[in-house]
């Protein structure tokens, strides 16, 4: 059977009995819910996906087949696509009960149109998401939508490009997504030129951004600025809200998992919206800050550092934040999703968090193997995380909940070797 017909069985089945219980125990994070609330939910989410079942797939060219068959030609099995679903959905904040309405989004994703433009980037974020030794399915997913405009992959170049893009943003008016990669100068346009008729980078951006039903900025380049927004900025680099005037969700990163690029995709599709956090980050994603999931956590608590790179405590996976980890200072979810297939990541492999996901990483968390100390603000009124470890003592650590002050008394004590 199908996997739309089989989901879509489900669905209704779970609909059909006033007497469902649904169970949320798994998500803690909707414990806060009336039952009737989500239940609402679940039925605006089912009737999205019914809306969007009734619009024909797009590049039939491409794929003629579902999407399960597309998955069971790249060595995936439905119990694994399956499990894919149930991560995507606890990570999204929704209960275990929604597993097949994600599922069905999946398998839907080739009825929504996306265009992806780049501006001024390193494509590392494209990376991310394409460039894999062993293709997982958040990357097999993102080939099966219908990816309408895309530099990096495509084959058209010059003129022929310019035509994809108009056709595009003509055809899909009002339904497409727009993604955008990289930062954009404002002001001095000039510095950055595109395509066979040298428009702007901030020209292209506003006239495809007239006519998305959703706008994505991708990587901390397009969300904050990025790199090429480093003090002296001599090209006015700026993130893509500063230069269009519509809301645009920010998934930053240097680069972003493909996690999060896929997951916020499968959210719009889902609900059309989103929680965000104060800079417009999904809060499903860049909710907790990396310290808090941190592996390494229980060797801060307990005032265990790597003093320095090499050194016996870094053998034992000690602390990095003496060696400049800022995860205590970045919201992201890299410790949970990990890359290169979710095997490792910075700190797992001896390299502390830069905290490339927050705004002005590159001027704020410079340099990277030095502790911020008094540097940044903290919620100690200015007091870096090394002030408040070493120096501030017992009082502060009955009064930091958090954990930051944790090790006070402990890591003071803790000698370089």
Not at 102 to 130: D, F, K
Not at 187 to 198: D, M, P, Q, R, V
Not at 291 to 298: F, K, N
Request: glycine letters at 8%; charged letters at 20%.
């Amino acid at each position: 059977m199908k996997l739309l017909e089989s989901t879509k069985n489900i669905v209704e089945h779970s609909h059909s009995h006033t007497k469902v219980s649904l169970d949320y125990s798994q998500n803690p994070q909707g414990n806060n819910l009336e039952l009737n609330t989500k239940k609402g939910l679940f039925r605006k989410i089912k009737a999205r996906l019914d809306s969007l079942a009734k619009s024909p797939a797009l590049r039939k060219e491409k794929y003629q087949d579902d999407l399960m068959e597309v998955l069971a030609k790249n060595g995936f099995q439905r119990r694994e696509f399956m499990k894919w679903a149930a991560v995507v959905t606890a990570s999204l904040g929704l209960p275990a009960s929604f597993v097949p309405l994600t599922a069905r989004a999946a398998e839907l994703a080739n009825r929504v149109p996306l265009i992806w433009l780049h501006m001024a980037e390193c494509t590392g974020c494209s990376e991310s998401l394409l460039r894999s030794e062993d293709p997982g399915i958040d990357s097999i997913i993102f080939d099966y939508v219908s990816l309408e405009y895309h530099e990096t992959i495509m084959a058209a170049s010059g003129y022929q490009a310019e035509k994809s893009l108009e056709d595009a943003i003509t055809t899909y008016k009002g339904k497409y997504v727009l993604m955008v990669e990289g930062g954009i100068p404002k002001n001095t346009e000039y510095f950055l030129t595109i395509g066979a008729h040298a428009r702007t980078g901030a020209e292209e951006c506003r006239h495809a951004a007239e006519g998305a039903a959703a706008i994505f900025a991708i990587g901390t380049c397009s969300s904050f600025g990025g790199v090429q927004a480093a003090a002296p900025n001599p090209t006015n680099a700026n993130p893509l809200s500063e230069i269009i005037n519509k809301r645009v969700i920010n998934v930053p990163g240097c680069p972003p998992s493909e996690k999060n690029i896929v997951g916020t995709l499968m959210h719009f599709i889902l609900l059309g919206d989103m929680a965000v956090d104060a800079f417009n980050r999904p809060k499903w994603a860049y909710g907790l800050r990396i310290h808090d999931l941190c592996e390494r956590r229980g060797h801060f608590d307990a005032g265990e550092f790597v003093q320095a790179f090499g050194d016996e405590n870094a053998k034992h996976g000690f602390c990095l934040y003496k060696v400049g980890c800022k995860g205590p200072y970045t919201f992201n979810n890299c410790s949970k999703l990990r890359f290169n297939s979710h095997t490792s990541w910075p700190i797992g492999a001896g390299h502390g968090c830069i905290g490339c996901s927050e705004p002005r990483f590159w001027d704020t968390m410079n340099p990277f193997e030095v502790p911020l100390g008094n540097r940044y603000q903290t919620a100690f009124t200015g007091a870096g995380a090394d002030r408040t470890a070493d120096n501030v003592g017992i009082i502060v650590l009955g009064a930091a909940a958090i954990g930051i002050a944790a090790h006070a008394m402990i890591s003071g004590a803790i000698k370089p070797k």
